[in-house]
């Protein structure tokens, strides 16, 4: 099928200290949560002066893929638009629609699937094109990623790297740990077309970079950021609970690696290295974090590949794969639906 755009679409995040509440209710809107809970909330971005790195690093990664795209002869332009903050992807798809764009292709920052990580966005894309109205550009969106090198690859490496600055001396004692943001269980359970999908990927995803990586060595697949009421049961472990049971093991070093994110943004910057950071000091563990792709030669190269998977005629056939889990281009109807939820 021919495309004439790439579009990027990510989370979003302020980048002043008074865009910090109003974007904390974008996020949050229709779902009831107390203002005390948001300014609780807002107090982690305030920590960094109100800029979430998230914007910058979309810049950054945009750049990077019109760069690696025009050095391949690909002939795209490359959009940008958010789910909660500027740029909205609703303004963006109506500058695209204005540039005479007809049919494009969408690289989201999320490689999993489930209803926050995959589903939400497909519904983003489809508010903001009813918004532009009926010359909106159609738009597909590229497929999960993964199990794909360009995404495994960089997480290994980053993940031997933070394994050298620990004491080999103690490599014995020391574990993996990978994270990834926490979902409700019953969002966990409606994941992909028969449930339990976004588990399922982030656990194939931790078995190749540790294989990849450190086969020698123990790991974990723990969670992080949960931000729903107490009553209603998530995901767990905790990356902080887990650290303690770890330290009652006799671990004395761990490397956390986000595989659930693309890049090191409030989640990481904020969870990681300030709380489970701070947890493992405590505890007294040698604590390194692993970084993210971010700008990664191999995965802007991979964004370039997964459009060839779907403008060029033999694009399936070189498609790249790690894993085993079943993968597809378009998602199946229905897929990921979101438990109703509580008043």
């Given at each position: 099928m021919s495309y004439d755009a790439l579009v990027l679409v990510s989370f979003g995040g302020p980048e002043r200290p008074e865009d910090v509440l109003p974007f904390l209710e974008n996020v949050t809107r229709g779902r009831g949560v107390p203002p005390e809970r948001l300014a609780e909330v807002a107090e982690h971005y305030l920590h960094f002066g109100g800029v979430s790195p998230i914007n910058q690093q979309c810049r950054e990664l945009l750049a990077a893929i019109r760069a690696d795209l025009a050095a391949h002869d690909v002939d795209l332009p490359v959009y940008w638009g958010n789910r909660n903050?500027?740029?909205m992807l609703a303004d963006t798809v109506a500058r695209m629609r204005d540039d005479g764009i007809t049919r494009a292709l969408a690289f989201v920052t999320s490689a999993y699937?489930?209803?926050?990580?995959?589903?939400?966005?497909?519904?983003?894309?489809?508010?903001?094109?009813?918004?532009?109205?009926?010359?909106?550009?159609?738009i597909d969106k590229l497929r999960q990623f993964w199990d794909h090198p360009g995404f495994v690859e960089p997480h290994a490496d980053a993940v031997r790297s933070a394994l050298?600055?620990?004491?080999?001396?103690?490599?014995?004692?020391?574990?993996?740990?990978?994270?990834?943001?926490?979902?409700?269980?019953?969002?966990?359970?409606?994941?992909?077309?028969?449930?339990?999908?976004?588990?399922?990927?982030?656990?194939?995803?931790?078995?190749?970079?540790?294989?990849a990586a450190a086969p020698d060595l123990p790991y974990d697949l723990v969670w992080q950021s949960r931000s729903g009421p107490p009553q209603v049961p998530w995901l767990e472990p905790d990356v902080n609970d887990h650290l303690t049971a770890l330290a009652g093991q006799g671990v004395t070093g761990v490397v956390v690696s986000p595989i659930g994110f693309v890049?090191?943004?409030?989640?990481?910057?904020?969870?990681?290295?300030?709380?489970?950071?701070e947890t493992a000091k405590q505890l007294g563990l040698d604590f390194v974090r692993a970084g993210t792709p971010g700008t990664d030669p191999r995965f802007v190269a991979m964004v370039r590949e997964l459009v060839a998977e779907r403008t060029t005629p033999d694009g399936p056939a070189t498609r790249r794969r790690l894993g085993e889990l079943p993968m597809w281009d378009t998602c199946p109807t229905p897929c990921c639906v979101p438990a109703a939820r509580r008043p």
């Open positions: 903050w500027d740029p699937g489930g209803y926050s990580s995959c589903r939400q966005y497909q519904e983003d894309i489809a508010a903001a094109r009813a918004a532009v109205g009926p010359d909106a550009p159609v050298a600055q620990l004491d080999p001396a103690r490599r014995d004692t020391t574990r993996l740990v990978f994270t990834a943001h926490s979902i409700p269980t019953s969002a966990a359970a409606t994941a992909g077309p028969h449930g339990g999908r976004y588990t399922a990927q982030l656990a194939e995803t931790a078995r190749l970079v540790h294989a890049s090191d943004h409030l989640e990481v910057v904020w969870d990681l290295d300030t709380e489970a950071s």
